[in-house]
């Protein structure tokens, strides 16, 4: 399919755009066609081909991310009375399933430049009641995995990997989803491999995936069983429909993702002469970060009430763009199940979020697009008052 082309400053520049293809189209209506839109032999074909990709002996199609998260926790056990440590700072919220499971989140700071918790304050924080370490790739960049194995193996505690933001990245020669004890995708937009809905729970455990399956959904023929009746699942299954996208998607992912740093790179070429802002940074230990979104952190001369401003002026000039992130840690769901979350407990989570903006990224970007993309945030820069960046 030919990339969609818009004209700069007429058209509405979208945050996204999926990557989708006559294959796809083709994939959907063969589906459509079918004796079986629900789960199916489609959805087996993805999860087999997806075990494949990240390396992992099983994979467990669901409806989403959090939803995912949320078999996972509870195929280890995890519940009530359980603390799982997480990091506040994300574009998607899949940590939500941990008090959907019944357990407590315990937010953590994070690291400045990355975006991912920083071991040091994860050991700090673990006591009696932790039963779990939930990590992200925040934004495509992987968390610093080696030394959290280390720590989940020293305190026997689960390691979960949410990597809904970051297919294909690579972190000491390793793909993502190769870490945790279980690992977590999501397909929703913005992500490269897009399906419209759902997500991929990978792990090596079989009887975790198991567990997976069986608090999934039931199917017709289990329904008479004692053992899989014995747990009430939460009809979380993925449509064969999804699945027939998603398998192509996923044999299309190198190129997709290959498309994408294509675009990276012109905006890293206009972002570059731009003082005022820091382009993405990956670690030296990450062989290849994929960006969920082209995310930019404004200098701290820059507020909040700036960052708001400066989203704003883009979306008056038909620029889809986001603040990246609203902390976990000040949202009223978990203010109101502990005061000590609030402003002003995490001070680097929180000065990264008042200053981070998620710009248009996809494929059908031009460079026309991304430099007035880039121009209209300089000038936006420039009219909240804000000097040079000061990181």
């Known amino acids: 399919m030919n990339a969609v082309h818009v004209e700069v400053g ?63 926790l509870k195929a280890h056990g995890i519940g009530a009375g359980d603390e799982v440590l997480a990091a506040a700072y994300s574009w998607r919220e899949t940590a939500h399933a941990i008090t ?25 924080c673990i006591t009696p009641a932790t039963r779990a370490i939930l990590a992200g790739n925040t934004n495509g960049h992987p968390a ?62 079989v009887d975790i995936a198991r567990a997976l399956r069986n608090r999934r959904a039931h199917g017709p023929a289990e329904r008479g069983s004692l053992v899989i009746s014995a747990c009430a699942p939460y009809q979380s299954t993925m449509s064969d429909v999804a699945a027939a996208v998603g398998l192509v998607q996923l044999k299309r992912l190198g190129e997709i993702l290959e498309q994408r740093k294509c675009v990276e790179g012109v905006y890293f070429e206009h972002v570059k002469s731009f003082e005022g802002i820091k382009d993405p940074y990956a670690a030296p230990e990450v062989n290849v970060a994929h960006w969920l979104v082209y995310l930019v952190h404004l200098g701290t001369r820059f ?23 609203q902390p976990l840690h000040t949202q009223r769901h978990y203010v109101d199940r502990d005061p000590g979350n609030r402003r002003g407990r995490l001070p680097v989570t929180e000065k990264l979020a008042d200053r981070a903006v998620a710009l248009p990224f996809h494929r059908h970007l031009t460079e026309e697009q991304i430099a007035f993309i880039v121009s209209t945030l300089k000038d936006a820069s420039t009219n909240v008052g804000a000097g040079a960046a000061i990181y």
Request: hydrophobic share 40%.
């Open 100 to 124: 959907l499971a019944g357990a407590t989140p315990v937010f953590l700071d994070v690291d400045y430049w990355s975006g991912v918790l920083v071991p040091g304050k994860v050991a700090g």
């Open 144 to 205: 610093p995995w080696r030394a959290l194995r280390e720590l989940a193996r020293q305190h026997s505690l689960v390691l979960l990997e949410d990597s809904s933001e970051a297919i294909g990245s690579t972190y000491l020669d390793q793909i993502v989803g190769s870490f945790g004890d279980c690992a977590v995708f999501d397909f929703s937009q913005p992500s490269p491999l897009c399906c419209g809905e759902g997500g991929m729970v990978v792990t090596d455990d």
């Open 303 to 325: 507020s909040r009430s700036a960052c708001g401003a400066i989203v704003e002026d883009l979306r008056q000039e038909r620029i889809e763009a986001y603040a990246y992130c």
């Open 10 to 72: 007429e058209a509405w520049i979208a945050l996204t755009d999926p990557d989708m293809t006559q294959s796809e189209l083709d994939a959907a209506a063969a589906a459509l066609s079918s004796q079986r839109l629900s789960q199916g032999p489609r959805v087996e074909a993805f999860e087999e081909a997806f075990a494949r990709y990240t390396g992992r002996k099983h994979a467990v199609a669901v409806s989403s991310g959090t939803a995912g998260l949320l078999l996972a």
